[in-house]
T-cell receptor, first 112, second 113 residues
């Protein structure tokens, strides 16, 4: 069953603006991860946030996690054309799980 | 991007052909994964290997056959595929299987004619 679902499915912004993507999931987790994928290529890991953390930063990325609402958000500040990609959240299945489950992704377009 | 390599990058095969996809990781990881990515569908996990042992097989048809001879190499053997198997096949690795960050290869774009 699908665990993470991103929202919106597609987002188009001007360069310099901030982009916010959301992810909702269904079951308990140990951690939640965000990945980026440029068109037709492999995914690149961006950031991992543990279930006992509420917020995490990495460069222009800010991730929040609300386990009570089973949701996370990814904020990209001061976006650049190079940020154009699809962004996926991935959740583990809690204790004893061997796999990550990915959502359908948000397709971000940053217009120069 | 050179941490996980995949060959070939593109493959066109007929439904009666037999071919293999290869994945190699140079990161010293102990877990490797095969994923299928089709248009408009979430990334689908196919197989998981942890310390060379298969730990997950997510109801994948038998026309896909994985092989993991050691922790650095992973193969996906393909035979009598269907057109709906056309997709991007991604290999990934992680320290061990579980909720660890995964490192992906560039993928093999497979077209079944």
């Amino acid at each position: 069953s699908q665990q993470g679902e991103e929202d919106p499915q597609a987002l188009s912004i001007q360069e310099g603006e901030n982009a916010t993507m959301n992810c909702s999931y269904k079951t308990s987790i140990n951690n939640l991860q965000w990945y980026r994928q440029n068109s037709g290529r492999g995914l690149v890991h961006l950031i991992l946030i543990r279930s006992n953390e509420r917020e995490k930063h990495s460069g222009r990325l800010r991730v929040t996690l609300d386990t009570s609402k089973k949701s996370s958000s990814l904020l990209i500040t001061a976006s650049r054309a190079a940020d154009t990609a699809s962004y996926f959240c991935a959740t583990d299945g809690g204790a004893g799980s061997y796999q990550l489950t990915f959502g359908k992704g948000t397709k971000l377009s940053v217009i120069p | 991007e050179t941490g996980v390599t995949q060959t070939p990058r593109h493959l066109v095969m007929g439904m009666t052909n037999k071919k293999s996809l290869k994945c190699e990781q140079h990161l010293g990881h102990n877990a490797m994964y095969w994923y299928k990515q089709s248009a408009k569908k979430p990334l689908e996990l196919m197989f998981v290997y942890n310390f060379k042992e298969q730990t997950e097989n997510n109801s994948v048809p038998s026309r896909f056959s994985p092989e993991c001879p050691n922790s650095s190499h992973l193969f996906l053997h393909l035979h009598t595929l269907q057109p709906e198997d056309s997709a991007l096949y991604l290999c990934a690795s992680s320290q061990v299987a579980g909720g660890y960050e995964q490192y992906f290869g560039p993928g093999t774009r497979l077209t079944v004619t």
